[in-house]
């Protein structure tokens, strides 16, 4: 089966094409105009998206060497994200769909960071865990089937990304600065500043206070030396990337603990990062645990994720009606 999968949730349109299970294009227009603002602007990434979405589908269909009347199915992402932006996504499947009389597949996008991992071997096999951290969302999500998901603990504010793109915020690096900091902190010392473990109970967690801990500790740190973060970024970044890595590691390991699972996966943006990659390689190492980590291109939001997980609800005909609408909130 040919399924057409459309991604359009935040600031990313993306188009992919698989064919049996196999990805066989990508393409991921991302949003400048954002940087500008320090962070994305609903109104104006909604507009990008129009524009964006045709030639991104086109080129999806060129680079899969198929024709548009191939396409079997198309699945998009419902939700969660941001409204203006998944109607236009939505809109065009819906639209694309009813042209071609063909099925159409409500994809979760939090649930399809997590099923990239089938996109390519060694795919896990069920049940993990997965440790979803991306620009929105911090979960740890027990994996039973491929859509058969339990949250287990989440945070309670910020999200992971968000911690990396708010401490960027404060460092003066421009928006979106997770890879940024990560870039830094690899020639940086990661024990020359201590930041605060927050004691959050059971699964959950919380990135408040330490963003709070960094502006406090930027702050007083320029009171000595003005010229503080030009000559120490590299080092702030490398302490602060230890300090989300700790974070997140420590209530995986505590997961792990509890339900006893070994298989461990990480998705969404922030599973990017490589202190957060070799951490959980080397706490998996330490636990003798099974380790699944994204190619690069399958962390961030793009299409082939919305597409994968489509190709496995096409299997299931799980298919919806033309009256779907779009959500900006959705479970797991
Ligand atoms: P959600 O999936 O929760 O709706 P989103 O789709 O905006 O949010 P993603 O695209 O999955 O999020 O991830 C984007 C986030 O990942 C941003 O916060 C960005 O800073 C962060 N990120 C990307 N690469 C890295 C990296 N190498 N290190 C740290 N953070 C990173
Ligand atoms: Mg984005
Ligand atoms: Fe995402």
Not at 165 to 194: C, F, H, R, V
Request: net charge neutral; charged share 20%.
């Amino acid at each position: 089966a040919v399924i057409l999968g459309i991604e359009s949730s935040c600031d990313e349109t993306s188009a992919s094409i698989c064919i049996d299970g196999e990805i066989k294009s990508n393409i991921i227009a991302s949003q400048a105009i954002h940087a500008k603002y320090g962070g994305v602007v609903p109104e104006l990434a909604s507009r990008a998206h129009q524009l964006h979405i045709i030639p991104t589908v086109d080129e999806a269909i060129q680079q899969a060497k198929i024709h548009k009347n191939d396409v079997d199915a198309v699945a998009f992402t419902r939700g969660p994200g941001l409204l203006g932006s998944l109607l236009v996504g939505t809109s065009f499947a819906k639209s694309f769909a009813l042209a071609r009389q063909i099925p159409l597949i409500e994809i979760n996008h939090m649930q399809a960071h997590i099923l990239a991992h089938f996109i390519e071997q060694p795919k896990p096999s069920f049940p993990f865990l997965c440790l979803t951290v991306s620009g929105g969302h911090t979960q740890i999500v027990l994996v039973k089937d491929y859509f058969e998901m339990e949250l287990l603990g989440q945070t309670l504010d910020d999200a992971a990304g968000e911690a990396f793109d708010k401490t960027a915020k404060i460092l003066n690096l421009p928006y979106p600065g997770g890879p940024l900091i990560d870039k830094y902190a690899q020639e940086g010392n990661p024990d020359a500043y201590k930041l605060p473990e927050p004691q959050i109970p059971e699964l959950n967690f919380s990135f408040s206070g330490l963003k709070t801990a960094i502006l406090y500790m930027v702050q007083a740190e320029e009171k000595k030396d003005p010229n503080f973060l030009m000559e120490n970024i590299a080092d702030v970044c490398a302490s602060v990337q230890k300090r989300i890595v700790s974070i997140l590691l420590n209530k995986l390991k505590k997961a792990a603990k509890q339900t006893g699972v070994r298989n461990m996966a990480i998705a969404g943006g922030v599973s990017a990062n490589s202190g957060l990659r070799q951490g959980l390689l080397e706490m998996g190492k330490q636990y003798q645990w099974n380790v699944f980590i994204p190619k690069f291109e399958y962390c961030t939001d793009n299409a082939a994720m919305i597409a994968i997980a489509g190709y496995h609800k096409y299997l299931r005909k799980d298919f919806v009606g033309q009256d779907i609408t779009p959500l900006a909130r959705m479970h797991v």
